[in-house]
């Protein structure tokens, strides 16, 4: 194979911004065929693969690459799906710059392999065509039960993999739809439904079984799960749910909600398209988000489509320090959303109806490196100013649902309210329950999450072949 | 699914179901709530489990017919099911303080069918429970038997006086206030108006003064904060903090500017729901 050497990523065909700002249709619209093959023609096999360990589910990178090179779409999305159980997601959300392509010999000089772009193309690509997919191999049933508690990323894949192993496994979801924060998060416009639902489907093809409407601590609790319904071992992967805001005044008007609040609506609940769906969303002309990560600049691109004239990203910290993706902050930027950076909001002020009318931020400068080692802002004094809004929208972070470790003995829990697990194993402080994903590390990423996932299931394998 | 096993049209506006859920009905008290959703574009809306039998895993809901997602769930019959029935969420009521002692239930409006488990509850536990409630005209009492049997003294009153009682509930309250020098507590369930009206009664006396935040929700599971209130000067999510609170901590007034926040909303979805039941109102 004739290496391809030039310097730069295909781009991805997307979405005109002054269009996809009014719609919610998803912005990246995927390689061709023959892009992928170019694309896929600029890796040079490295020996050691560094990008693999940049992958926290060690996705087979270089094989899957290289099939594709040749046009065996198939092949290569089983080398993926060998070790992801998701990849048309992990494709689109995944933050590649800091992982796998970060790693890429390529970027030494130039832009790095787009391996999120290919990994996407073959997910799609079997999705499409499924006759031509080789199905994953299942291990005959082990007679043993596992629960896993969340449908999110990482029991998803935890879900998948013990599946494969043989394993009876039942996820349990507190809400009506599984996914978890692919379906009440992450935007149709980043991350289509559909899809999401056809990669659940992947997952309960290898005979895990969706318990919706289930929420644990509250209808069932963990013991129960162990004593009444006779299960082996007990994954949580309840995610980071519990909105955290900021303490500052007037957060409780009308018009200020949390990122969860704002893109649950949106996004399960399909405010965007009231009354056709009951559930209501109000959002004005002019929305100011506050926080810099992937889900600020979610709630800001959802204001932007559900209609305000003007939005703004309210960040404390400069654009080096932005949590989010360069791509979603670069999206953001092309539809029109304001960054108001080195900005943080003091308070945020109401009509006589105690309706939101502005919010007043201060600006700030980066003092001396805090224990994140992130610079810490420090507020100018005197510089505060007032942004005229109808609706804030508070995406500072989530912490985890006390439910489950409130209802579980023996679980212990650090101060941040994360279960306490050995980062290895993912194994807590009770025997048989594991636990991985945002539940323990507080708001990340899909992939962490889903790696998590991986390395429970793992453990959970080992545990119970033991026992 | 969750089919609609039992529904009883109590009074014009309220509706009495009981809904098969079995996991629902082993692990529901009093003072919890569920959550609901009736078909695939519907809205997620929460009620207060107004009774549950273990056995025949049922729960019972009684609602009044007060916006789309309501009118929409009237519609339904035996025989119909719901999308979605999750719970018990919230949590449950702390009655065991108040075995042997006097305190004093109040239910206005839907409240009234709300309050009844509270009562019972609190009655079966050997409390001794005077119950007031509240209705506009004497057409409109519910569960009168029921009532009875779930307390020592009940005061049923009208506001047009139609069945000879007239009055809201805070007048027969401020009676009791007076006659009863020993309520070690009073539980107060119904509209914001009035559960404020008596913890303005209840404080100068310092009565503990218990109320249940009825907060617009959509999760229920304390993930998106809708439901927040503020009580003693600090955010509280009435899905999993409540939904009983101390009621002389609550901010009343905001809570009844945010439970208005869709008003014109539910305006347009009513609109849609005529639509469908051919301009009948």
Redesign the interface.
């Known amino acids: 194979m004739s290496a391809n050497m030039r310097m730069t990523k295909n781009p991805i065909p997307e979405q005109d911004p002054q269009v996809r700002a009014h719609n919610f249709k998803e912005v990246a619209l995927g390689y061709t065929a023959e892009m992928a093959i170019d694309e896929a023609k600029r890796c040079m096999g490295c020996a050691k693969k560094p990008c693999v360990s940049g992958c926290p589910v060690n996705v087979r990178i270089p094989e899957f690459v290289a099939l594709v090179a040749e046009g065996k779409f198939a092949e290569a999305a089983a080398i993926v799906k060998s070790t992801n159980n998701l990849p048309a997601i992990c494709g689109r959300v995944c933050p590649q710059e800091s992982q796998c392509e970060s790693k890429c010999v390529r970027g030494i000089k130039g832009e790095p392999v787009g391996i999120g772009r290919l990994e996407r193309f073959v997910a799609d690509y079997v999705m499409a065509h499924p006759e031509e997919e080789n199905k994953p191999e299942i291990l005959p049933k082990n007679g043993k039960k596992v629960a896993v508690v969340g449908s999110g990323p990482a029991g998803l894949t935890c879900a998948g993999d013990l599946a494969k192993l043989g394993y009876d496994v039942t996820v349990f979801e507190?809400?009506?739809a599984p996914g978890g924060v692919l379906i009440?998060g992450i935007p149709e416009f980043r991350l289509p439904k559909d899809l999401v639902r056809a990669e659940i489907a992947t997952v309960e093809a290898l005979g895990v079984k969706i318990i919706?409407?289930?929420?644990i601590g509250?209808?069932?609790t963990v013991d129960e799960l162990f004593e009444e319904e006779g299960f082996d071992a007990v994954f949580v992967g309840s995610g980071a749910?519990?909105?955290n805001?900021q303490g500052i005044p007037g957060?409780?008007l009308?018009g200020v909600?949390?990122a969860?609040?704002f893109l649950?609506?949106t996004n399960l609940?399909?405010a965007y398209d009231?009354?056709?769906?009951?559930?209501?969303i109000?959002v004005g002309k002019v929305a100011c988000i506050v926080g810099g990560g992937n889900v600020a600049m979610d709630a800001a691109r959802c204001a932007k489509r559900l209609g305000a004239e003007e939005v703004y990203i309210v960040y404390r910290r400069s654009e080096k320090e932005l949590p989010a993706r360069a791509e979603e902050v670069h999206h953001a930027k092309e539809e029109g959303i304001i960054f108001r950076l080195l900005t943080n909001p003091t308070q945020i002020m109401g009509d006589e109806?105690?309706v939101v009318k502005s919010m007043e931020v201060i600006q700030m400068e980066l003092g001396e490196p805090d224990a994140s080692g992130r610079r810490r802002p420090v507020p100018k004094e005197g510089s505060e100013y007032v942004i005229d809004c109808d609706t804030v929208v508070i995406a500072i972070g989530n912490s985890p649902?006390?439910?489950i470790r409130s209802t579980t003995p023996g679980l212990e829990s650090n101060k941040k309210g994360c279960l306490v697990v050995d980062e290895e194993t993912g194994k807590t402080t009770r025997e048989g329950v594991y636990a991985g994903g945002d539940a323990v590390t507080g708001a990340a990423t899909v992939i962490l999450a889903m790696g998590a996932g991986k390395k429970a299931a793992a453990s959970i394998h080992e545990y119970l072949q033991n026992k | 699914m969750f089919p609609i096993v039992t529904k009883k049209q109590l009074n014009p506006t309220i509706t009495y179901m009981e809904i098969l859920a079995p996991a629902v009905a082993r692990k529901a008290m009093p003072g919890q709530f569920i959550m609901l959703r009736i078909n695939e574009d519907g809205e997620r809306i929460p009620l207060t489990i107004a009774g549950y039998d273990r056995e025949k895993g049922t729960v019972t809901i009684i609602f009044q017919k007060v916006g789309y997602t309501t009118y929409t769930l009237d519609t339904l019959n035996e025989g119909d099911a719901l999308l979605d029935f999750v719970g018990p969420l919230g949590c449950a009521s702390e009655f065991e303080q108040y075995v042997g002692k006097h305190v004093c239930v109040v239910g206005g409006g839907l409240g009234v069918a709300i309050a009844y488990p509270q009562a019972k509850a609190l009655h079966e536990l050997g409390a001794k429970v005077d119950f007031i409630v509240g209705f506009k005209n004497k057409d409109l009492i519910i569960l009168e038997d029921e009532f009875k049997n779930a307390c020592e003294n009940l005061f049923v009153l009208t506001d047009d006086g139609s069945n000879g009682n007239k009055g809201f509930v805070t007048v027969a309250l401020e009676e009791q206030l007076k006659k009863v020098d020993d309520y070690e507590a009073v539980i107060a369930i119904g509209p914001l108006m009035m559960m404020k009206a008596v913890c303005d009664m209840t404080r100068p006396k310092g009565i503990k003064t218990i109320v249940s935040m009825n907060s617009l929700m959509v999760d229920g599971t304390g993930m998106c904060g809708c439901c927040r209130v503020q009580v003693g000067g600090e955010t509280k999510f009435a899905c999993v903090d409540g939904p009983d609170f101390d009621g002389h901590q609550v901010d009343f007034d905001l809570a009844m500017r945010r439970g208005r926040m869709y008003i014109a909303e539910e305006k347009e979805s009513m609109k849609k729901h005529e639509c469908r039941m051919g301009g009948a109102k």
């Open positions: 507190a809400l009506h009440y919706p409407d289930m929420v509250k209808c069932v749910g519990l909105p805001f957060e409780n009308l909600y949390s969860n609040e649950t609506r609940m399909k009231f009354p056709n769906h009951d559930t209501p109000k109806n105690g649902n006390p439910l």
